[in-house]
T-cell receptor, first 117, second 114 residues
Framework: EAGVTQFPSHSVIEKGQTVTLRCDPI?????LYWYRRVMGKEIKFLLH????????ESGMPNNRFLAERTGGTYSTLKVQPAELEDSGVYFC???????????????FGPGTRLTVL | DQQVKQNSPSLSVQEGRISILNCDYT??????FLWYKKYPAEGPTFLIS?????DKNEDGRFTVFLNKSAKHLSLHIVPSQPGDSAVYFC?????????????FGPGTRLSVLP
């Protein structure tokens, strides 16, 4: 079974440009999460989708970040316009419905390393 | 304010000995805890978890201990192997209506020396 995949693996852009990150969760996982790790610090929650709906977006830093999950499958995270402080590694994770499966484990993708110059 | 703390940024252990990684949390609503291991250029991978109704969970060489009164958990790896060298993240969550959002600690880099 394929794991969580993310594209691209690396992205280098200039300040003010736009970047779109993509995440493909494990098939059948309703829950999809975006996290960010900046400067080697802790991994911080950004937002959580249940199917196509945003369940919790309390971690989104500002309105330059837009996440979508049309159709409840893959998700995109767009940063527009990018700023220097947006540099970091963006992780996507997915999980089954914990209430029916009993599992709470989140499976992480390899991350997208974003560098804003 | 950091809700999940890992006060040791790094730890070195001799191969074959025990590695003990510590984690403290401040939010008393947390009821589920996990440890993730991360190699360079890879995403975190799940290692072991524990729910707040237990105080110990064991899986092979890995054991997680939870002390709710102290808001402290620890991961024991015994015996430690060079392949265990990685960054270990402690994560915690509080069950909400649907799904769980994890709060991660800053990580501890474990080096197992041959």
């Amino acid at each position: 079974e394929a794991g969580v995949t993310q594209f691209p693996s690396h992205s280098v852009i200039e300040k003010g440009q736009t970047v779109t990150l993509r995440c493909d969760p494990i098939s059948g996982h309703d829950n999809l999460y975006w996290y960010r790790r900046v400067m080697g610090k802790e991994i911080k929650f950004l937002l959580h989708f249940v199917k196509e709906s945003k369940q919790d977006e309390s971690g989104m830093p500002n309105n330059r970040f837009l996440a979508e999950r049309t159709g409840g499958t893959y998700s995109t995270l767009k940063v527009q316009p990018a700023e220097l402080e947006d540099s970091g590694v963006y992780f996507c994770a997915s999980s089954q419905d914990p209430w029916t499966s009993g599992y709470n484990e989140q499976f992480f993708g390899p991350g997208t390393r974003l560098t804003v110059l | 304010d950091q809700q999940v703390k890992q006060n040791s940024p790094s730890l070195s252990v001799q191969e074959g000995r025990i590695s003990i990684l510590n984690c403290d949390y401040t939010n008393s609503m947390f009821d589920y805890f996990l440890w993730y291991k991360k190699y360079p250029a890879e995403g975190p991978t799940f290692l072991i978890s524990i729910s707040s109704i237990k105080d110990k969970n064991e899986d092979g060489r890995f054991t997680v201990f939870l002390n709710k009164s102290a808001k402290h958990l620890s991961l024991h790896i015994v015996p430690s192997q060079p392949g265990d060298s990685a960054v270990y993240f402690c994560a915690a969550s509080a069950r909400d209506n649907y799904g769980q959002n994890f709060v991660f600690g800053p990580g501890t880099r474990l080096s197992v020396l041959p």
